[in-house]
């Protein structure tokens, strides 16, 4: 485990290369609209490795862009998961960690994406993307988890939070629509949010990740499919199949998170048979955000450690 020193954010947040480097897309998924974007490489080479990106609950692809960034010499293709961002609900089933995992492979199936495709997932694509792997061991070479949810959400110290979430989930699904609708969009509730998990001291770079929550926080189909994927991220974990990741996985995680907590990184460390986890001073459920510097260079390294 190798721990790294933060720093200030950099100006600007985003270099000049990104915009050039974006190719949006979308494909249809068993009836559903799915919206995609490719951060093509600035040299592409034979070597150049492909990652597919799966965002946290009520994120979409904005989250990791900052991640994408700092990783100019690779492929990243990032879907809004369906039911968030600019990508279509299910149109059949609930909006379950099974039926995500189903949809990460008929993505790759459309998308083409074989065997060398590195996964990667945040905080709830992190729950969704190594129950991927578990059941469809052989489809990447390997996995990386930023934030990764390594314990039941329900127990523990945090556990009594959890459940008045749900139950914020539910009164918002019950209530009329325009008033659960306020409710789940309320401003004033998503900046309590954000600045409970920012951690940063840089002004410039707290004002940034509130408004990145307040800009996409919201950006969801509906309340019965936001309700399903807020159950599904809190009722699973990637230690329920820790035992199954027999590939290289990379865990990146926060000293402070407070969702995600530092000491069930490492009993999920001690679970996976061939993994790594670097940790982050200084930054809690938010490394996309705040930190994407030595994110981006933990897998660099990891990649380069592990041929795919």
Same mark, same amino acid.
């Given at each position: 485990?190798?721990?790294?020193?933060?720093?200030?954010?950099?100006?600007?947040?985003?270099?000049?290369?990104?915009?050039?480097?974006?190719?949006?897309?979308?494909?249809?998924?068993?009836?559903?609209?799915?919206?995609?974007?490719?951060?093509?490489?600035?040299?592409?080479?034979?070597?150049?490795?492909?990652?597919?990106?799966?965002?946290?609950?009520?994120?979409?692809?904005?989250?990791? &862009?900052?991640?994408?960034?700092?990783?100019?010499?690779?492929?990243?293709?990032?879907?809004?998961?369906?039911?968030?961002?600019?990508?279509?609900?299910?149109?059949?089933?609930?909006?379950?960690?099974?039926?995500?995992?189903?949809?990460?492979?008929?993505?790759?199936?459309?998308?083409? &994406?074989?065997?060398?495709?590195?996964?990667?997932?945040?905080?709830?694509?992190?729950?969704?993307?190594?129950?991927?792997?578990?059941?469809?061991?052989?489809?990447?070479?390997?996995?990386?988890?930023?934030?990764?949810?390594?314990?039941?959400? &329900?127990?523990?110290?945090?556990?009594?939070?959890?459940?008045?979430?749900?139950?914020?989930?539910?009164?918002?699904?019950?209530?009329?629509?325009?008033?659960?609708?306020?409710?789940?969009?309320?401003?004033?509730?998503?900046?309590?949010?954000?600045?409970?998990?920012?951690?940063?001291?840089?002004?410039?770079?707290?004002?940034?990740?509130?408004?990145?929550?307040?800009?996409?926080?919201?950006?969801?189909?509906?309340?019965?499919?936001?309700?399903?994927?807020?159950?599904?991220?809190?009722?699973?974990?990637?230690?329920?199949?820790?035992?199954?990741?027999?590939?290289?996985?990379?865990?990146?995680?926060?000293?402070?998170?407070?969702?995600?907590?530092?000491?069930?990184?490492?009993?999920?460390?001690?679970?996976?048979?061939?993994?790594?986890?670097?940790?982050?001073?200084?930054?809690?459920?938010?490394?996309?955000?705040?930190?994407?510097?030595?994110?981006?260079?933990?897998?660099?390294?990891?990649?380069?450690?592990?041929?795919?």
């Amino acid at each position: 485990m190798e721990h790294v020193d933060t720093e200030s954010s950099p100006t600007p947040l985003f270099s000049n290369e990104l915009e050039a480097r974006t190719l949006p897309a979308e494909v249809i998924l068993d009836g559903v609209k799915v919206a995609y974007w490719s951060y093509e490489p600035v040299r592409a080479t034979p070597k150049t490795r492909t990652i597919l990106v799966i965002h946290g609950f009520r994120g979409d692809h904005h989250g990791l &862009l900052r991640v994408a960034d700092q990783l100019a010499d690779m492929r990243l293709i990032m879907p809004d998961l369906p039911g968030f961002g600019s990508s279509a609900a299910f149109e059949q089933g609930e909006h379950s960690v099974e039926r995500y995992t189903r949809f990460v492979a008929e993505f790759m199936a459309a998308l083409k &994406l074989g065997p060398d495709t590195v996964l990667l997932g945040h905080s709830f694509g992190s729950i969704v993307a190594s129950h991927f792997v578990a059941a469809n061991p052989g489809t990447v070479a390997e996995l990386i988890l930023i934030n990764p949810i390594a314990a039941p959400a &329900l127990e523990g110290s945090k556990g009594l939070m959890t459940k008045l979430a749900v139950l914020y989930y539910e009164a918002a699904a019950r209530l009329p629509r325009r008033i659960g609708q306020a409710l789940l969009r309320s401003q004033l509730i998503v900046r309590v949010m954000s600045e409970a998990m920012a951690k940063t001291p840089d002004k410039a770079l707290r004002r940034f990740v509130h408004a990145q929550h307040s800009a996409y926080f919201s950006a969801f189909a509906d309340r019965d499919s936001l309700l399903q994927a807020f159950k599904a991220s809190v009722g699973n974990n990637v230690s329920e199949v820790a035992h199954g990741l027999t590939l290289p996985v990379l865990l990146i995680a926060g000293e402070q998170d407070e969702i995600a907590a530092l000491a069930d990184q490492h009993k999920l460390l001690a679970l996976l048979p061939d993994g790594h986890l670097d940790v982050i001073p200084g930054v809690g459920h938010l490394i996309h955000y705040e930190t994407p510097e030595p994110a981006a260079g933990f897998i660099r390294r990891f990649l380069k450690d592990h041929t795919g």
